[in-house]
C-alpha cells in the first residue's frame, strides 16, 4: 500500500523554484532594518490582507494537514472545532482587547504585563514562553515535517531535511525580520490553500462526489457535537477547553499576536484578524473532507490501519497524494507541506528574537537594545535559538511520549494566562501578588485534576483551572497582600482606567484610526459561524451513538442494560440464524450506514464471512464478540477496536467484555 511519492523532474523543477523565490523574496526586503521597530514589527506597516494570510499560514503547519486530515478518517467533521472556535477569540480580540494593546506600543504580549502589573511578570512569562519555543515548537516542527518528508520522498535524510530547512528559514527569517516573514508567508498562504483545494476536489471526486459522501460516510461522521461521555471531544470540552485555548493562542501567544501589533492601525487590525477567522472556515474543507473521502476510496487502508503493522490514519493524505495527483501537482502538493512548516518555524523564530531582546536584553543592556544594536543582538540570537531548537531534536528522536507531555503545557497554562490578562484588564483592583497567585494556583489545579481525577476529560480539566483562576484573582485583591497598582499602570491597560483623559497616555494616536471594512467582515463572520454552528448542531441535542446488535437474548439484555440513557439508541437486529454469508453481509452493511456501530456473535459468522466484512469499507465500526470460556462465562473483543464514538465498558455476568480494556464504540 504506498504511501510514498514518486517525483518526476517537473515536480523536482517546482519545488527549486519555490525555494528560490523565498530566498529571492527575502533578499528584496532586506533593506531599511535600521531599527527594532523596522526588523520585530515591520515599522508597524502591515495591510490587513498581509496581516490576514500571515495569521492563516502561521496556524497551519505541515503535520497539520496530515493530522487533520487523519482525524477525519477517523471521526469525520468532530475536530471541525478546533478550526470554528477561533471566530470567538478573534471578535474578542478584534473588539475589546485591539484597543488596549494597540495604544500602548507594545512590541511583545509580556510587555503588556509589564505595564498592567510590572517588570517581574513580564520577564518570567518572557522566559516561560521563549523555554516552550526553544524546547517545543522549533524541534517538534522541525522533526515532523522531516520525518513527513522522509517518509514521502525516497531518498530524502531526516537530519539533511531538518538541516535544509533550517537554514533556508533562518536565513530569510534574519535577513528581512518580520516584514521578510510576513511577505512569504503571504505567498506561502496562497500556495498552502491552491494544494489544498486541488487534493480536496480530487478526493471528493474520486469518492464519487458530494452527495454520494454524504450518503456513503457513517451518519456520526457529520456530526461535529458528540455527548458530554464522549472520550476524544465530549461537547463539555469544546465549551470549556476548546474554547479557553482558543482564547490563549489567539489573544495572547506572541507568535500570533507579532502581526497584529505591526498592522498600520486599528482599523487594519481588525480587518486583518477578522479576515483571517473566516479563513480558518476552510481549513475543515481542505483536511477533513479529504480524510472522509480516503475513508470511503481506500476500504483496505481501513483494515491496514486497523491491524497496526506501522500504519496510522496519519498515512491516509499521503496516499491520497499518491494515488491521485499528476506529475506537477504532487511536486505542488510538496511545497505546500514544506511551506506550511516554514511559515511556522519562521513566526516562532522572529518571535522569539523579540522575546529574547525586547524583554530580556533591553533589562541587562538597555542601551544596545535600541536601532541598529536591537537588530544586530536580534539576529545573534536567532541563530543560537535555531542552533539550539535543531540539536534538541534528537531529544525526540524515539521519544514520542515526550512530545505528548510537553504538549499538555499549553493546556495547563492556557487558563490562568487568559485569566491573568483579561481580568487584569476588566479590574483595577488586580496587582502582581493577585496576577502571579493565579498563574500558581490555575497551573496547579490543571496538574492534580489531570494527574488525579483522570476520569475528568483534559479538554474539562482546562475548564476547572479557568474556574479556580477566576476565583483566585477575584479574592486575592480583597486580601491585605501586595501593592496597589500605580495611577500609571492603570491607564491604559484597564478598560475604565483612572480618570476620562486616560487616551492622554496613547503613544501613537494614529495608531487607533479604524475603518469600516472591519464592520462589514464582521457581519459576514457571524452569519457564518451560526449557519455553521446550527448545521452541525451546536443549537440542537447531540445526536446519541446508534448502536446495533445481532446477538443471543442474554446478550442483547447486557448491552441495553449497559448503554442505556440518552447517550446511546441500542436496536435489534434479531439474533444470529444460519443465514447464508451474502444475507449476513447485506444485513450488517445496511446497519452500518445507519449507525456508528454494530455488534455481531463470532459463532454467527463463517470464517469466509469474518474476512469479507473486513473488507467493507465501515469495517472500523463492526465488533465481533467471541466467547472466551464456556457458554455462560465472558465475553471477549475480537475485531473492531477503532471506532469513531464513545468508549464504555460492556459487562456481561459481572465482568467487562474485552477484559479491564473499554470497548469503543
Known amino acids: 500500500m504506498p504511501t510514498t511519492i514518486t517525483l518526476t523532474p517537473i515536480d523536482w523543477v517546482i519545488i527549486a523554484a519555490y525555494f528560490l523565490g523565498i530566498i529571492y523574496l527575502a533578499f528584496r526586503l532586506r533593506g531599511g532594518m535600521t531599527d527594532e521597530t523596522q526588523f520585530f514589527l515591520a515599522g508597524r506597516s502591515l495591510s490587513w490582507p498581509f496581516v490576514a494570510l500571515s495569521l492563516f499560514a502561521t496556524d497551519m503547519s505541515s503535520m497539520a494537514f496530515i493530522a487533520v486530515a487523519g482525524t477525519g478518517f477517523l471521526y469525520g467533521m468532530l475536530y471541525a472545532h478546533f478550526q470554528w472556535f477561533t471566530c470567538i477569540p478573534m471578535l474578542l480580540l478584534a473588539f475589546f482587547l485591539l484597543p488596549f494593546f494597540l495604544r500602548t506600543g507594545i512590541f511583545t504580549m509580556p510587555e503588556f504585563l509589564a505595564r498592567r502589573y510590572g517588570s517581574s511578570l513580564q520577564i518570567f512569562f518572557s522566559i516561560i514562553t521563549l523555554l516552550l519555543f526553544l524546547l517545543v515548537d ?128 486599528l482599523g487594519h487590525a481588525r480587518s486583518g484578524v477578522l479576515t483571517s477567522a473566516l479563513l480558518k472556515f476552510t481549513i475543515p474543507f481542505l483536511g477533513l473532507i479529504p480524510g472522509i473521502a480516503g475513508f470511503l476510496l481506500y476500504p483496505e487502508f481501513s483494515r491496514a490501519v486497523a491491524e497496526g503493522g506501522g500504519l496510522t490514519a496519519d498515512d491516509i493524505y499521503p496516499r491520497l497524494v499518491v494515488t491521485l495527483l499528476m506529475p506537477g501537482m504532487r511536486g505542488l502538493v510538496v511545497v505546500v507541506l514544506f511551506a506550511a512548516l516554514m511559515s511556522t518555524i519562521d513566526s516562532i523564530l522572529n518571535s522569539a528574537m523579540t522575546l529574547a531582546v525586547n524583554d530580556l536584553y533591553s533589562h541587562w543592556r538597555p542601551e544596545k537594545a535600541k536601532g541598529k544594536s536591537a537588530v544586530f543582538a536580534g539576529r545573534v540570537v536567532g541563530v543560537v535559538i535555531m542552533v539550539i531548537g535543531v540539536l534538541l531534536v534528537s531529544l525526540y528522536l524515539d521519544q514520542g511520549s515526550i512530545y505528548e507531555r510537553f504538549q499538555q503545557i499549553y493546556g495547563y497554562t492556557a487558563a490562568p494566562i487568559v485569566v491573568v490578562f483579561i481580568a487584569g484588564i476588566l479590574w483595577r483592583k488586580i496587582n502582581t501578588a493577585s496576577a502571579i497567585a493565579t498563574f500558581v494556583t490555575g497551573l496547579a489545579t490543571a496538574i492534580l485534576v489531570r494527574q488525579y481525577l483522570p476520569q475528568i476529560h483534559w479538554l474539562v480539566s482546562v475548564g476547572v483551572a479557568a474556574t479556580v483562576s477566576i476565583l483566585t484573582i477575584a479574592i486575592v485583591p480583597l486580601l491585605p497582600i501586595g501593592r496597589a497598582p500605580s495611577d500609571e499602570q492603570l491607564a491604559d491597560t484597564t478598560l475604565f482606567g483612572v480618570r476620562k483623559g486616560r487616551l492622554a497616555h496613547v503613544q501613537d494616536p494614529a495608531i487607533l484610526k479604524s475603518n469600516k471594512l472591519y464592520l462589514g467582515l464582521t457581519a459576514l463572520l457571524v452569519i457564518l459561524a451560526a449557519g455553521t454552528f446550527v448545521r452541525y448542531g451546536l443549537l440542537t441535542e447531540p445526536t446519541p451513538t446508534r448502536v446495533a446488535m445481532l446477538l443471543p437474548e442474554n446478550l442483547q439484555a447486557a448491552v441495553r442494560s449497559t448503554l442505556q440513557g440518552p447517550d446511546y439508541t441500542v436496536e435489534s437486529l434479531g439474533t444470529p440464524s444460519a443465514d447464508a454469508d451474502a444475507q449476513l453481509l447485506d444485513t450488517i452493511q445496511a446497519a452500518q450506514s445507519t449507525h456508528q456501530a454494530v455488534i455481531i456473535a463470532e459463532h454467527a459468522l463463517t470464517p469466509q464471512a469474518i474476512d469479507l466484512l473486513a473488507t467493507l469499507p465501515n469495517s472500523r465500526s463492526l465488533i465481533i464478540l467471541r466467547e472466551a470460556h464456556a457458554p455462560e462465562g465472558p465475553t471477549t473483543l475480537y475485531r473492531g477496536e477503532e471506532l469513531p464514538a464513545n468508549r464504555v465498558p460492556l459487562v456481561w455476568n459481572g465482568e467487562p467484555i474485552g477484559g479491564p480494556d473499554s470497548v469503543n464504540f
Open 138 to 265: 522549533i524541534p517538534i516542527a522541525l522533526l515532523a515535517t522531516a520525518k513527513l518528508m522522509h517518509a514521502l520522498i525516497p531518498g530524502l535524510g531526516v537530519w539533511e531535511v531538518i538541516i535544509f530547512i533550517a537554514i533556508i528559514t533562518t536565513a530569510y527569517t534574519l535577513m528581512g525580520g518580520l516584514k521578510a516573514v510576513v511577505y512569504t508567508d503571504f505567498v506561502q498562504s496562497i500556495l498552502i490553500f491552491i494544494g489544498g483545494l486541488c487534493v480536496t476536489i480530487l478526493a471528493v471526486r474520486g469518492a464519487g462526489g458530494w452527495s454520494h459522501m454524504v450518503d456513503q460516510a457513517p451518519t456520526a461522521f457529520w456530526d461535529a457535537f458528540r455527548p458530554a461521555s464522549h472520550p476524544t471531544i465530549p461537547w463539555t470540552g469544546i465549551v470549556t477547553g476548546i474554547a479557553l485555548m482558543h482564547i490563549w493562542f489567539w489573544t495572547t501567544n506572541q507568535s500570533i499576536m507579532q502581526r497584529v501589533l505591526a498592522a498600520k492601525d
